[in-house]
């Protein structure tokens, strides 16, 4: 890759008919390039865990820093390392969107835990949405079931105003398979094995509804 890609790329505001004068970008990923993700993945190849137990996995432009139970004691360390590695690149962590999320376990022999305090700055939330999947602390598939349903519900209104214009049968049938069928299917195999039998309920009576009308 040829380092000149990445200079010469000035960068103005337009607000209200007025235009600023330019700045040159010195930081950050050009969006929308088609190198854009391959750039990101040669920028952060050296962004590692402190400590080898915890993992960072990191795809297109999103970085997830995953640490087990037992070593919650390193978060601060963790986060203290990733900005560190953040100023060297001359980039900077957005602690305002950054999240942190917490799996529980349901039962651990009867006690109950008391996870730590939250990491500074970082906001901790009951529900992630990682790569399009809307994951929750519980590791239960019925929050990104209930969404997809919702979404998958209003697209069916824009079909039945489709039809009534007239839009013929199979045209219905191909926009259905092409935007219904493919919200419900995506990623599938990764939140579909925690779906429990009333999410399957819920699913299948989806179908079947769509499948009468």
């Not at 109950?112 to 519980?138: F, M, W, Y």
Request: proline share 4%.
């Amino acid at each position: 890759m040829d380092k000149r890609f990445f200079s010469g790329h000035p960068h103005c505001t337009k607000l209200d008919g007025e235009v600023s004068s330019f700045l040159e970008v010195t930081a950050s990923i050009i969006q929308g390039s088609g190198l854009g993700p391959a750039a990101y993945t040669v920028n952060a190849a050296d962004l590692r865990p402190r400590h080898t137990e915890n993992a960072i996995v990191k795809y297109a432009d999103d970085t997830y820093l995953i640490i087990p139970g037992a070593y919650y004691h390193t978060r601060d360390d963790e986060v203290s390392n990733v900005k560190t590695w953040a100023a060297k690149n001359n980039l900077q962590l957005n602690c305002s969107k950054s999240r942190e999320i917490v799996f529980r376990m349901r039962r651990i022999r009867g006690r109950s835990q008391h996870p730590a305090p939250p990491c500074i700055d970082i906001e901790r939330v009951d529900k992630l949405t990682i790569l399009g999947v809307l994951v929750n602390n519980n590791l239960t598939a019925i929050d990104h079931v209930s969404t997809v349903l919702a979404s998958c519900a209003s697209l069916m209104y824009a079909l039945r105003v489709l039809r009534s214009h007239g839009l013929s049968e199979q045209s219905l049938k191909d926009v259905f398979q092409a935007i219904e069928v493919g919200k419900l299917l995506y990623c599938a195999p990764a939140w579909s094995g925690f779906c429990s039998a009333a999410d399957c309920t819920r699913l299948n009576s989806f179908f079947c509804v769509v499948a009468i009308n």
